[in-house]
T-cell receptor, first 111, second 114 residues
Framework: EDKVVQSPLSLVVHEGDTVTLNCSYE??????LLWYKQEKKAPTFLFML????IEKKSGRLSSILDKKELFSILNITATQTGDSAIYLC???????????FGTGTKLQVIP | EAGVTQSPTHLIKTRGQQATLRCSPI?????VYWYQQALGLGLQFLLW???????NRGNFPPRFSGRQFPNYSSELNVNALELEDSALYLC?????????????FGEGSRLTVL
């Protein structure tokens, strides 16, 4: 059974801090790793990673994948209160219908 | 462009009743996916519909069922409701190939079973 584990489960930081969210996985047929942000209800797509060692960036967010060690990290620099959300990691092992989600990391950024 | 829309936003039922949730995908998307997000758990895959057919289902009992209509909207039915069915039910749609990894989610339907 495919498995995705995220850590920490939750964290509270102050505005301006840098945070690192972790995601480890065990899947039978890895195709890609996905990150989503869930602010209220609807998760929104952040990144798709398929190759080891290649960083994906979008503004203050960046992510990298290590396929040998089976993990990924999501970094957020200079955090803002608008970054407060649940960050979901997921692994695709066979298309959209074979996406396994982790339980998420709940990030709270306080002023 | 309108996003994925779901209704109702909230639904309260009692044990043993049936619940029906609805989803309209983004225009041009033919695939619809249903997920359950219970408290403390990750998104659990329920069902996948494409071109009117059920293509795959997750590890859920048969009382979870649904269908997809010719306009690609979808309905999720949950029969014989149990307390543990209380959750946020999210619908998502995907674009046609090539695969991008991106699922477009609706705002969800919060089902409470009393």
């Amino acid at each position: 059974e495919d498995k995705v584990v995220q850590s920490p489960l939750s964290l509270v930081v102050h505005e301006g801090d840098t945070v690192t969210l972790n995601c480890s996985y065990e899947v039978t047929n890895f195709r890609s790793l996905l990150w989503y942000k869930q602010e209220k209800k609807a998760p929104t797509f952040l990144f798709m990673l398929t190759s080891s060692g290649i960083e994906k960036k979008s503004g203050r967010l960046s992510s990298i994948l290590d396929k040998k060690e089976l993990f990924s990290i999501l970094n957020i620099t200079a955090t803002q209160t608008g970054d407060s959300a649940i960050y979901l990691c997921a692994v695709d092992s066979g298309g959209y219908q074979k996406v396994t989600f982790g339980t998420g990391t709940k990030l709270q950024v306080i002023p | 462009e309108a996003g994925v829309t779901q209704s109702p936003t909230h639904l309260i039922k009692t044990r043993g009743q049936q619940a029906t949730l609805r989803c309209s995908p983004i225009s041009g998307h033919t695939s619809v996916y249903w997920y359950q997000q219970a408290l403390g758990l990750g998104l659990q895959f329920l069902l996948w519909y494409d071109e009117g057919e059920e293509r795959n289902r997750g590890n859920f009992p048969p009382r979870f069922s649904g269908r997809q209509f010719p306009n690609y909207s979808s309905e999720l039915n949950v029969n014989a409701l149990e307390l543990e069915d209380s959750a946020l039910y999210l619908c998502a749609s995907s674009s046609r190939p090539p695969y991008t990894g991106e699922l477009f989610f609706g705002e969800g339907s919060r089902l409470t079973v009393l």
